[in-house]
């Protein structure tokens, strides 16, 4: 009863406080159901419903700390985060063209609950996307999409005018808004191939093949034994 008690009262705090992305900042408010999106605003993509803002938090051109509470929507016990980058205002709203380029490798988030509950990851260094060349004054998105249990995607972002580091229009980075809590665990993701790259083959066909080459293999053995019971 008292968590219960305290998630509701933390929820209401951050609904009022906006800060889903808690470092460096957030577009706004998305945490809303109403009869233009009856599902709420967060699942659309690519910004959760809410359109590009000119207020732009400033981030360093070598990267920096992204911060988010993860837990504020059911269907998260476990749930995959992607952070990606989007650069300039040539696309729709005046935001990115595309948001498609990747920060980190996926992670696995693992939650206390299935439940809303309180909790905040932080990433102290989100290196920029592979090959990118930014300088001072560009403008960028950061997107952090959040895979629930069930499949469907959260969608947050940050509009970003990039500083060079040291900046002092840039948030300092603390123990305060950059912190990950004790409550929340995160898992390795993995692959598994179905194709041999060395071969071309199928794992399953070249198993065969190993077990059929095997099963020959034996097969003088066998027929010795088989004479020496004779």
């Known amino acids: 009863m008292l968590f219960s008690g305290f998630v509701a009262v933390l929820m209401a705090t951050v609904v009022s ?7 460096p900042g957030w577009r706004g408010n998305n945490l809303i159901t109403n009869e233009t ?15 590009t803002t000119t207020n732009r938090t400033y981030w ?3 990267g ?6 993860p837990g504020w929507f059911r269907g998260h016990e476990t749930a995959f985060v992607h952070i990606n980058l989007g650069f300039g205002t040539d696309g729709p709203d005046n935001g990115p063209v595309d948001m498609s380029n990747p920060m980190l490798p996926a992670i696995q988030l693992l939650g206390p609950t299935n439940g809303p509950y309180p909790g905040t990851v932080c990433f102290p260094q989100v290196p920029l996307p592979k090959n990118a060349n930014v300088k001072a004054g560009d403008k960028a998105t950061i997107q952090v999409v959040e895979l629930a249990v069930h499949g469907a995607a959260l969608y947050s972002c940050v509009d970003i005018e990039f500083a060079e580091p040291g900046d002092e229009k840039i948030e300092q980075v603390t123990e305060d808004n950059c912190f990950n809590s004790t409550e929340l665990g995160f898992a390795e993701l993995y692959t598994i191939a179905t194709v041999n790259p060395r071969t071309g083959k ?13 099963a020959l293999g034996s097969l003088p053995l066998l027929m010795l034994l088989g004479w020496a019971l004779l």
Not at 37 to 51: E, N, S
Not at 64 to 69: C, N, S
Not at 202 to 214: K, T
């Open 37 to 51: 999106f009856p599902y709420g605003m967060q699942w659309v993509y690519p910004c959760g419903g809410i359109g």
């Open 60 to 62: 360093p051109t070598t």
């Open 64 to 69: 920096g700390a992204v911060a988010f509470q």
């Open 202 to 214: 199928r794992f399953d066909e070249d198993n065969a093949a190993a077990g059929r080459s095997a």
């Open 17 to 23: 406080a906006h800060s889903i992305i808690s470092y």
